[in-house]
C-alpha cells in the first residue's frame, strides 16, 4: 500500500495530479474483451462476456442489456477480504451497479440487439479508487469485446457512441486531491466520485461530507480537478485503442 508522509503525496504526486495510470488491453487469451487497468496501486482485472438472448423482461423488444459483476480477491487488501459466498455486501451491490449504469449510458441497447454483455472486474489489488477505475477499465473491456462479437457478424456496427471513465476527488486535511489512493480516501473530509462521457456529460455523481459539510464553492473547486483527471483518463483510453 501507498502512504502520503506529512505532506508530500505517494508518488511525489501534486493535489492535481493522478497517479500513473496504465491501461493492457487483451490481458486474457480467451476473454471477447479484457483489460488490466491500474491506477498507482490499484489494480482490476476487467472482461467482458457477450451471450445471445436477454432476460424475459427484454424478450421481443430488440433491445439488449449490459450488466457488471464486481468482486474484491481475498489477497486484494492488507487484511484478507472474505469471498463474498453467502451473498453480497451492499457496498458490491452498489459498485456493480453504478459500473454496469455508467457502461449502459454510452451504448446504444437497440443496437446491440437481443444479447447480454457481461462485464467483470476483479479486483486483484486495492489501494482506492477501484469502482473508478473498474469503469475506466470496463469501458475498454466492452469496447473490445463488441468488436469480436461484430467480426464474428453478430452486429452491424459497433454500438457504442462514446467513451466513459470515472475518477475520485476529495478533502484530505484541508487538500483538495484528485485521485485518491487508500491513506487518503480512508482520512478524508470529503468523499467524491466523479463518472463522465468522452462528451463532457456527466453519467453519475456521488459526493458525501464525511467529516464536513461543503458549499457550492467547495463543489465547483472539486469538479474542476477531477474534470482534469477525466480528460487525462479519456485521452490515455485513445491512447490504449491506437496501441
Given at each position: 500500500m501507498t502512504t502520503m508522509i506529512g505532506g508530500q503525496r505517494a508518488?511525489?504526486?501534486?493535489?492535481?495530479?493522478?497517479?500513473?495510470v496504465r491501461f493492457t488491453r487483451k490481458y486474457l487469451k480467451d476473454a471477447q474483451g479484457s483489460c488490466l487497468v491500474e491506477f498507482g496501486d490499484t489494480r482490476v482485472l476487467c472482461a467482458a462476456t457477450v451471450d445471445d438472448g436477454v432476460a424475459s423482461w427484454l424478450k421481443g423488444t430488440g433491445r439488449g442489456w449490459i450488466t457488471a459483476e464486481y468482486s474484491m480477491l481475498p489477497a486484494s487488501t492488507a487484511k484478507r477480504t472474505r469471498r463474498e459466498t453467502h451473498?453480497?455486501?451492499?457496498?458490491?451491490?452498489?459498485?456493480q451497479r453504478l459500473i454496469g449504469r455508467s457502461l449502459r449510458s454510452v451504448v446504444d441497447l437497440s443496437a446491440l440487439g437481443e444479447c447480454t454483455v457481461t462485464?467483470?472486474?476483479?479486483?486483484?489489488?486495492?489501494?482506492?479508487g477501484t469502482r473508478t477505475a473498474a469503469i475506466s477499465g470496463a469501458w475498454l473491456a466492452l469496447h473490445d469485446a463488441l468488436a469480436t462479437w461484430q467480426r464474428a457478424g453478430k452486429l452491424k456496427g459497433n454500438p457504442i457512441f462514446d467513451q466513459v471513465v470515472a475518477v475520485s476527488v476529495g478533502l484530505v486535511a484541508g487538500r483538495t486531491l484528485l485521485d485518491l489512493d487508500y491513506h487518503e480516501d480512508s482520512r478524508a473530509e470529503i468523499d467524491m466520485n466523479l463518472v463522465q462521457c468522452g462528451s463532457g456529460e456527466f453519467v453519475e455523481l456521488q459526493g458525501t461530507g464525511e467529516q464536513t459539510t461543503f458549499d457550492r464553492s467547495r463543489l465547483n473547486t472539486l469538479l474542476d480537478i477531477g474534470e482534469?483527471?477525466?480528460?487525462?483518463?479519456?485521452?490515455?483510453?485513445?491512447?490504449?485503442?491506437?496501441?
Open positions: 508518488h511525489a504526486r501534486s493535489n492535481d495530479e493522478m497517479r500513473p451473498g453480497q455486501t451492499g457496498r458490491t451491490q452498489e459498485i462485464v467483470d472486474c476483479d479486483v486483484i489489488q486495492a489501494d482506492g482534469k483527471g477525466l480528460r487525462e483518463l479519456l485521452a490515455l483510453q485513445k491512447a490504449a485503442l491506437e496501441a
